[in-house]
């Protein structure tokens, strides 16, 4: 698939290193001739100096015989005209990074695909709805559910003395028939496990069930779920200001922030909002905003190391539920294995609508969830896919991926070596790094 990607900024670059390990023809697209240099010499891709908004570079980058065309320069209006000019070149499918929720608003998706924009992506709003969903399931660490939760995959950190505790996958499986263990996140490493792993104590868990079986997976972990109704926010940041707007009075915010002029207009973005100016680093103003009677912490400041530690102070403060902004990709394993609960990370959900978009371009309602070093995609299957020629057990597949769960018929299910997968199934794949290749081939 030919890919061009307009804008080398965060987004972009991770975007285009993601893209070029998975065979992909990349073309990034950027002014910045010395950060196209870099990662010209580093990766497998091409790169073009030019201005993303005209018509003739974007020719000379060859938008108009794409598959793909990606926006997703810093600047919201850029991103749309690039797409504009992009599609009336020729480009099949365009995508913009937006800053607003304008864009997404259904009652202007035509306007906006009038404009030339076939997708839009505003991974603050992806941000905001990965926290909401830690705020209502605080046991686990990734929560990801199709058609209404009839399947669920979610990823939880195993406790010392949790019944599952040291416990081979294949006696597991023998004995729970509900479950399926999709991969295993060990130290700094994702594991698709075979029957011989141990599940040890500290491994995030990724497991495929149905929502009958959510509170047996409970037990079965040794978790308990906490009911949140008042959170504090540190950072006034643009996923701050949207997670207050979409929670839709279901928790009650307040918002730390140390920049007066933000303070000052925060209040006219989150009118219901409590805004005090301070450091939420100071455990003097945590202990006086109340932070003993707070259900959550949610740090978003625009540092990784500060959201970190912030949530590290939170915990020995007593708050059982923290969420961390964690932009520095290097440092997620890390902070997972600090045990600060849900760490969030924007590039990461950019990156996963787009891989979601490679797997099944035809969808515009199919979920991903993202992963430092994994995917986890929905994939509807299609007539003639090779993934429908023999039953599971038969199909010799790759060890990078598994196949965790599919939706049949309006019921969700598990799949074992016996299953034949049909057209029209929505199957629940879940790969590492650099096998989303592998999965495009079984499912075209």
Same mark, same amino acid.
């Given at each position: 698939?030919?890919?061009?990607?307009?804008?080398?900024?965060?987004?972009?670059?991770?975007?285009?290193?993601?893209?070029?390990?998975?065979?992909?023809?990349?073309?990034?697209?950027? +002014?910045?001739?010395?950060?196209?240099?870099?990662?010209?010499?580093?990766?497998?891709?091409?790169?073009?100096?030019?201005?993303?908004?005209?018509?003739?570079?974007?020719?000379?980058?060859?938008?108009?015989?794409?598959?793909?065309?990606?926006?997703?320069?810093?600047?919201?209006?850029?991103?749309?005209?690039?797409?504009?000019?992009?599609?009336?070149?020729? +480009?099949?499918?365009?995508?913009?990074?937006?800053?607003?929720?304008?864009?997404?608003?259904?009652?202007?998706?035509?306007?906006?695909?009038? =404009?030339?924009?076939?997708?839009? *992506?505003?991974?603050?709003?992806? +941000?905001?709805?990965? *926290? *909401?969903?830690?705020?209502?399931?605080?046991?686990?660490?990734?929560?990801?559910?199709?058609?209404?939760?009839?399947?669920?995959?979610?990823?939880?950190?195993?406790?010392?003395?949790?019944?599952?505790?040291?416990?081979?996958?294949?006696?597991?499986?023998?004995?729970?028939?509900?479950?399926?263990?999709?991969?295993?996140?060990?130290?700094?490493?994702?594991?698709?496990?075979?029957?011989?792993?141990?599940?040890?104590?500290?491994?995030?868990?990724?497991?495929?069930?149905?929502?009958?079986?959510?509170?047996?997976?409970?037990?079965?972990?040794?978790?308990?779920?906490?009911?949140?109704?008042?959170?504090?926010? =540190?950072?006034?940041?643009?996923?701050?200001?949207?997670?207050?707007?979409?929670?839709?009075?279901?928790?009650?915010?307040?918002?730390?922030?140390?920049?007066?002029?933000?303070?000052?207009?925060?209040?006219?973005?989150?009118?219901?909002?409590?805004?005090?100016?301070?450091?939420?680093?100071?455990?003097?103003?945590?202990?006086?905003?109340?932070?003993?009677? =707070?259900?959550?912490?949610?740090?978003?400041?625009?540092?990784?190391?500060?959201?970190?530690?912030?949530?590290?102070?939170?915990?020995?403060?007593?708050?059982?539920?923290?969420?961390?902004?964690?932009?520095?990709?290097?440092?997620?394993?890390?902070?997972?294995?600090?045990?600060?609960?849900?760490?969030?990370?924007?590039?990461?959900? +950019?990156?996963?609508?787009?891989?979601?978009?490679?797997?099944?371009?035809?969808?515009?309602?199919?979920?991903?969830?993202?992963?430092?070093?994994?995917?986890?995609?929905?994939?509807?299957?299609?007539?003639?896919?090779?993934?429908?020629?023999?039953?599971?057990?038969?199909?010799?597949?790759?060890?990078?991926?598994?196949?965790?769960?599919?939706?049949?018929?309006?019921?969700?299910?598990?799949?074992?070596?016996?299953?034949?997968?049909?057209?029209?199934?929505?199957?629940?794949?879940?790969?590492?790094?650099?096998?989303?290749?592998?999965?495009?081939?079984?499912?075209?």
């Amino acid at each position: 698939m030919k890919i061009v990607i307009a804008g080398a900024g965060e987004v972009g670059s991770h975007l285009a290193k993601l893209l070029s390990d998975e065979e992909q023809d990349i073309m990034l697209i950027d +002014a910045d001739a010395e950060r196209l240099a870099l990662l010209d010499a580093n990766y497998n891709l091409m790169t073009f100096e030019g201005n993303p908004t005209s018509f003739t570079t974007l020719r000379e980058a060859g938008a108009a015989g794409c598959d793909l065309f990606i926006a997703v320069t810093p600047y919201e209006s850029n991103n749309i005209v690039a797409c504009s000019i992009a599609k009336n070149l020729g +480009a099949q499918t365009t995508v913009a990074r937006i800053d607003s929720y304008d864009f997404m608003d259904p009652a202007n998706a035509a306007h906006v695909r009038h =404009m030339g924009v076939d997708r839009v *992506i505003y991974p603050e709003y992806l +941000a905001a709805q990965e *926290i *909401i969903t830690a705020l209502k399931r605080t046991w686990v660490r990734n929560w990801f559910e199709l058609h209404d939760g009839r399947l669920v995959l979610a990823g939880v950190k195993l406790r010392t003395g949790a019944p599952l505790a040291g416990m081979k996958l294949r006696d597991f499986a023998y004995t729970n028939h509900h479950f399926h263990v999709s991969a295993i996140k060990r130290n700094h490493e994702t594991i698709i496990p075979r029957g011989d792993h141990s599940l040890e104590v500290g491994d995030i868990l990724y497991f495929t069930t149905t929502r009958d079986h959510i509170d047996d997976l409970l037990a079965l972990t040794g978790k308990t779920e906490h009911k949140i109704r008042r959170v504090l926010i =540190m950072g006034g940041s643009k996923i701050a200001v949207r997670l207050v707007n979409s929670a839709h009075g279901e928790f009650k915010f307040k918002i730390v922030e140390s920049d007066i002029d933000i303070c000052r207009k925060l209040p006219q973005k989150c009118p219901d909002c409590e805004i005090i100016h301070g450091d939420a680093r100071d455990i003097d103003l945590l202990e006086d905003v109340g932070i003993s009677e =707070m259900d959550a912490f949610v740090a978003l400041t625009a540092s990784s190391e500060t959201n970190i530690f912030s949530c590290l102070t939170a915990k020995e403060l007593g708050i059982k539920k923290t969420i961390a902004d964690v932009e520095n990709i290097q440092f997620i394993s890390q902070a997972e294995n600090l045990n600060i609960g849900t760490v969030i990370n924007k590039k990461l959900l +950019a990156s996963s609508s787009i891989f979601q978009l490679l797997l099944d371009a035809d969808s515009s309602t199919s979920k991903c969830l993202a992963l430092a070093d994994a995917e986890v995609a929905e994939i509807e299957v299609r007539e003639g896919s090779k993934i429908t020629r023999a039953a599971v057990k038969d199909l010799k597949l790759p060890r990078e991926l598994t196949l965790a769960g599919l939706f049949r018929d309006g019921q969700g299910q598990l799949i074992s070596g016996a299953t034949q997968i049909r057209p029209g199934d929505h199957v629940l794949v879940f790969c590492l790094a650099g096998a989303l290749h592998k999965v495009e081939r079984l499912f075209t």
